[in-house]
Structures are given as structure tokens and as C-alpha cells.
């Protein structure tokens, strides 16, 4: 069965320095891989996905992510985070069918020091 | 750009009652979902629904049912409340495909059961 780890509940930072958040993933198939991110109160935004082809992935808000099949792996990085980049961020993957279920892990609550 | 709106953000009901909670998306897509969140939890999958009338259950639907009598509308009911059902809940909607197509979700609705 296909599930996502995310090691870190909560992980602070202070404002510029780097980011890497965690997330590891268990499936059977190329897994179609995603970042969500979810302010205080609101519901998620899509930061990036992979399905295929180049491993480094960009996306919005100066995020990237690099998919590592030997690791199952799939973390989000920033090189330089904003106070505004305080929220809770999700890992997901999909399960590659027409229904397309996202599976998605805990969660991992980051804070940015000023 | 898609939108997905439920119908209330925040709503308390009283343990017993029969709650409806709706989700309405304009971007004319084939899948819906809705989505339970609570602390530590993550995002865990109740029901989906990949066409009119058409739903499967997903991890949790236990004290559940949903309703899909028109392609841009998903009711999810809780039959009779219960204090255990006090969560954040997310409704999402995504085309069909390989996995790759992300979902979108809406803003949540903040279920207090007393």
C-alpha cells in the first residue's frame, strides 16, 4: 500500500536562512509526487509536483524539490525562507489512476524566527 | 482559475444532528473529494467521487455518507453528529488522469460538534 512519511512534526527556522523539509514515500509504480502548503485557516496550495522526467523540480514561492528513487524521497527546499513562508506543509502522493487519490502524510509544521 | 467553495467555514452542531456539508467546484471536474484533517493526522480521505452518482469510499468513512446528484456538487452528511467528528474538513476536486493532475481544495469548514 502506498503511504508518505514525514518525519518532522514541527521544524523552526529563522528568517533567511535555508529549508529543507522531509518526506519519504512508499509505492509500488513511479509515484506522481506532490508538495501542498497550508496557511493558518485556509485550505492547500499546490507548491510543486513530479511525475516524470527532470528530478529537480521548481516551484511556486522560490520552492524546489529533488525526486531521489534510490531514497524514495521527495524534499522540499528554500534557499532563503520569508517570515511569510510560516505554515504547514504537506507531502502527497498519488496513486497513478484515473481517480486519482492523493495520499498525504502528517504534516510538518514550520516556523520562521524573525 | 479553479475555484472550490464550501458552503461554511466554520460551523457548530449539536452531538446527534444530521449535518450536511457542501462543496460546489467550477472548473467542471470528474473527481471530488472529501477530506478529514486533524492535528498530527494529516489529511486522511473519507469519500471520492469520480462521476455523478458515482462514489467509493475511502479510508474513514465510518459515520459517513455522500451525495453526488450534479457534477459540480458534493455533499458529504454526517448522519448523527458525534463529538469524535469535530475536525477540519476539506473537500477537493481534480480531473482525471495518470496521476499527475493535481487537486484542488477549498478554503475547509471547521466542524464543532457539542
Known amino acids: 500500500a502506498q503511504s508518505v512519511t514525514q518525519p518532522d512534526i514541527h521544524i523552526t527556522v529563522s528568517e533567511g536562512a535555508s529549508l529543507e523539509l522531509r518526506c519519504n514515500y512508499s509505492?509500488?509504480?513511479?509515484?506522481?509526487l506532490f508538495w501542498y502548503v497550508q496557511s493558518p485557516g485556509q485550505g492547500l496550495q499546490l507548491l510543486l509536483k513530479?511525475?516524470?522526467?527532470?528530478?529537480l523540480v521548481q516551484g511556486i514561492k522560490g520552492f524546489e524539490a529533488e525526486f531521489k528513487r534510490s531514497q524514495s524521497s521527495f524534499n522540499l527546499r528554500k534557499p532563503s525562507v520569508h517570515w511569510s513562508d510560516a505554515a504547514e506543509y504537506f507531502c502527497a502522493v498519488g496513486n497513478g489512476g484515473a481517480t486519482n487519490k492523493l495520499i498525504f502524510g502528517t504534516g510538518t509544521l514550520l516556523a520562521v524566527q524573525p | 482559475d479553479v475555484k472550490v467553495t464550501q458552503s461554511s467555514r466554520y460551523l457548530v452542531k449539536r452531538t446527534g444532528e444530521k449535518v450536511f456539508l457542501e462543496c460546489v467546484q467550477d472548473m467542471d471536474h470528474e473527481n471530488m473529494f472529501w477530506y478529514r484533517q486533524d492535528p498530527g493526522l494529516g489529511l486522511r480521505l473519507i469519500y471520492f467521487?469520480?462521476?455523478?452518482?458515482?462514489?467509493e469510499k475511502g479510508d474513514i468513512p465510518e459515520g459517513y455518507s455522500v451525495s453526488r446528484e450534479k457534477k459540480e456538487r458534493f455533499s458529504l452528511i454526517l448522519e448523527s453528529a458525534s463529538t469524535n467528528q469535530t475536525s477540519m474538513y476539506l473537500c477537493a476536486s481534480s480531473l482525471p488522469g495518470q496521476g499527475y493532475t493535481e487537486a484542488f481544495f477549498g478554503q475547509g469548514t471547521r466542524l464543532t460538534v457539542v
Open positions: 509505492y509500488g509504480a513511479t509515484p506522481y
Open positions: 467521487s469520480y462521476d455523478v452518482k458515482m462514489k
Open positions: 513530479y511525475f516524470s522526467g527532470d528530478t
